[in-house]
């Protein structure tokens, strides 16, 4: 099972509305991932879990707030958005590691939000 | 730093016909190649991979071979269907260290027509 399942599929939210983006994975991997996807671009990296506590932030707006309250678990806090903050929100998870034969980013299928 | 350029397409092709969508790369020491395929309203999926130089990445009749005197990881597939529509991107990962990040091209997308 190489599954990652995020939901919702859509979210429609205000400017002034608070909401949460779900990822969960069952493969044992104990890195987990945040892109951000514009239409027609590639996903752009926003933070990683690994073991549980924040790795990497890439200088991520703190209106997105992360969270990974276990292994399987990994959720995104949306507060305050702005309508350009509208795309396609991908979870992936990973080994964590060197080990490049296990470090393979397996991805959900997203989440689209759309901010009014 | 760490770049991959891709041909941006769009390419339009007929079914059967011969796929090649380029990528190049600009990386230190030796970083892990992929190819992901993103379907339409889909998230990405891993098409192939290869971790060393001339290591040939397949996988459903696609094939790359990673050659680091090109720096180059250029997607093929001998015969295309229309199920094979869909943005493909090329991206690598560098070898050492806290390796987490992607470095994604561009994408290419490819419409096969029937």
């Known amino acids: 099972d190489t599954e990652v399942t995020q939901t919702p599929k859509h979210l429609v939210m205000g400017m002034t509305n608070k909401k949460s983006l779900k990822c969960e994975q069952h493969?044992?991997?104990?890195?987990m991932y945040w892109y951000k996807q514009k239409a027609k671009k590639p996903p752009e990296l926003m933070f990683v879990?690994?073991?549980?506590?924040?790795?990497i932030n890439e200088s991520v707006p703190s209106r997105f707030s992360p969270e990974c309250p276990n292994s399987s678990l990994l959720n995104l806090h949306l507060h305050a958005l702005q309508p350009e903050d509208s795309a396609l929100y991908l979870c992936?998870?990973?080994?964590?590691?060197?080990?490049?034969?296990?470090?393979?980013?397996?991805f959900g299928a997203g989440t689209r939000l759309s901010v009014l | 730093g760490n770049s991959v350029t891709q041909m941006e397409g769009p390419v339009t092709l007929s079914e059967e016909a011969f796929l090649t969508i380029n990528c190049t790369y600009t990386?230190?020491?030796?970083?892990?190649l992929f190819w992901y395929v993103q379907y339409p309203g889909e998230g990405l999926q891993l098409l192939l991979k290869?971790?060393?130089?001339?290591d040939k990445g397949s996988n459903k009749g696609f094939e790359a071979t990673y050659r680091k005197e090109t720096t180059s990881f250029h997607l093929e597939k001998g015969s295309v269907q229309v199920s094979d529509s869909a943005v493909y991107f090329c991206?690598?990962?560098?070898?050492?260290?806290?390796?987490?990040?992607?470095?994604f091209g561009k994408g290419t997308l490819l419409t096969v027509n029937p």
């Open positions: 493969m044992g991997h104990r890195a």
């Open positions: 879990y690994s073991y549980e506590k924040l790795s």
């Open positions: 991206a690598l990962r560098r070898s050492g260290g806290s390796n987490y990040k992607l470095t």
């Open positions: 992936a998870s990973s080994q964590p590691g060197e080990l490049i034969a296990k470090n393979i980013q397996y």
């Open positions: 990386a230190t020491g030796y970083p892990s």
């Open positions: 290869a971790t060393k130089a001339d």
